[in-house]
């Protein structure tokens, strides 16, 4: 490609992707530089050409209707040759994944800043009617400056727009996406909440969290029954993470209060400390204690709100730049006994009784009668041997214990060993994720 438009003349190329080729160009009316996405349709049908044409003109009016700083804007459209091509923002920066594949995986700091701005993008694109629908570490653009910018909309949906996607053409990249759309659910702003929380899960992770496998039907398989690896790097991410990633659309956050969770997260004061932010907990459990932030956080940073932050407060401001500092003094460890004896207590009604047990899930996290008759109901008997090993991250509690189970008939009890992450939430301990360790 020299020149399209009898305006825009190319200068280098800088990557492709399943339709297209994007260049570097200059715009010689306005001198400055652009980025142009050339349609590629080799071995097309005349039908199948007329469709990308009008998937790239629906991804310009698509794009167009969303004007936001962490969101990469399309300037024109020009048709070359029949084949649209979309002149867009030109911004200097690496992908995501380049990022990652380069330092691996990044602080959960990090992690909630990059989220954050995405959150935003995602935020407005949603009040726009506009589902991207295709939210993963490629399609996130890190500026030289730090800038953070979402990308592609070529596959994305306008609500209320005619569907151009072929029949039978699943769209999303595999490894983010959304358990419903595995199971055939049209996309919504939630699928892309859920992508949000997959991509920042690999970038505190390393990895995907349904794991990567070249076998797509495998991979739908287990992504349908939304079994994510648990994370084990996340920190104080685990909790926001573990909204963002939930099973059921309905309870998780929208975009715009996933980014207030994030830029929360984000801030100096909480990056600071290696524990969330105190709150009361409930009888009988001993509060936990944070060191004390060594940077106080700026007055124009966002604030989390009870209503949006599940289980803590973060300080404002004022509290950080008004109140003395705590007398420096090395952190105790809570009690795990209160802690340990709810995971026995668990367990004690199952298989029993698992509507009980099934009540100390959190709801966004609770697995289906379904799930809890067809797994516990196979087994007489599950008695956790030995004491639960408990550890306190601020108001998250990680708990290893050793399962033996009695199956049903006459095959052999075995023992295994678990992995239970407990949050405190409205004065209540809540179990967020149960896995095998």
């Not at 305006?7 to 715009?27: I, K, P, Q």
């Not at 990044?106 to 991207?132: F, M, N, Q, S, T």
């Not at 944070?290 to 932050?309: G, R, S």
Request: with cysteine; charged share 20%.
């Amino acid at each position: 490609m020299d020149k399209v438009g009898d305006r825009y003349t190319s200068l280098e190329r800088l990557g492709s992707g399943a339709m297209g080729v994007v260049w570097r160009a200059h715009d010689e009316l306005l001198h400055r530089d652009v980025a142009i996405k050339q349609l590629l349709l080799p071995g097309l049908a005349a039908d199948e050409v007329d469709e990308a044409c009008r998937r790239a003109m629906r991804e310009a009016r698509i794009a167009a209707r969303l004007q936001h700083p962490n969101a990469v804007g399309v300037f024109d459209v020009v048709v070359e040759d029949g084949k649209p091509c979309l002149v867009m923002e030109f911004v200097p920066s690496r992908s995501l994944s380049a990022v990652l594949a380069e330092r691996g995986a990044l602080p959960p700091a990090e992690a909630a800043r990059i989220g954050g701005h995405v959150a935003a993008a995602l935020a407005a694109a949603h009040r726009a009617g506009v589902v991207h629908r295709d939210i993963k570490p490629g399609n996130v653009l890190i500026g030289v400056d730090g800038t953070v910018k979402i990308t592609d909309f070529g596959i994305s949906r306008a609500v209320g727009d005619v569907a151009v996607t072929r029949t039978g053409m699943l769209a999303g990249t595999l490894a983010y996406l959304a358990p419903e759309l595995a199971c055939g659910a049209d996309p919504t702003p939630a699928a892309d909440v859920f992508s949000l929380g997959a991509t920042l899960y690999a970038v505190v992770e390393g990895g995907p969290p349904f794991g990567s496998s070249d076998n797509d039907l495998g991979m739908l398989h287990r992504i349908a029954g939304g079994r994510i690896v648990p994370p084990t790097r996340s920190g104080p991410l685990t909790v926001v993470l573990t909204r963002l990633l939930a099973n059921d659309p309905a309870t998780r956050p929208t975009a715009e209060q996933a980014s207030r969770e994030l830029a929360a997260l984000a801030t100096p004061t909480f990056a600071a400390s290696t524990t969330a932010p105190p709150i009361t907990p409930p009888p009988g459990v001993p509060r936990p204690t944070a060191l004390p932030p060594t940077t106080a956080a700026p007055t124009t940073a966002p604030t989390a709100t009870t209503d949006d932050y599940p289980t803590a407060e973060a300080p404002t401001s004022d509290e950080t730049t008004t109140e003395a500092p705590p007398e420096t003094t090395a952190p105790t460890t809570p009690d795990a006994a209160p802690i340990a004896d709810y995971v026995r207590d668990h367990f004690a009604n199952l298989p029993h009784d698992p509507a009980t047990a099934r009540e100390n899930w959190a709801p966004e996290n609770r697995p289906s009668e379904w799930e809890d008759d067809q797994f516990w109901g196979s087994y007489s008997d599950v008695t956790p041997s030995g004491e639960p090993e408990v550890s306190a991250n601020g108001a998250t509690y990680t708990a290893h214990v050793t399962l033996e189970f009695t199956p049903q008939g006459d095959d052999e009890p075995f023992t295994e060993d678990y992995r239970l992450i407990i949050v405190l939430r409205d004065d209540r301990l809540l179990i967020v994720d149960l896995a095998q360790a």
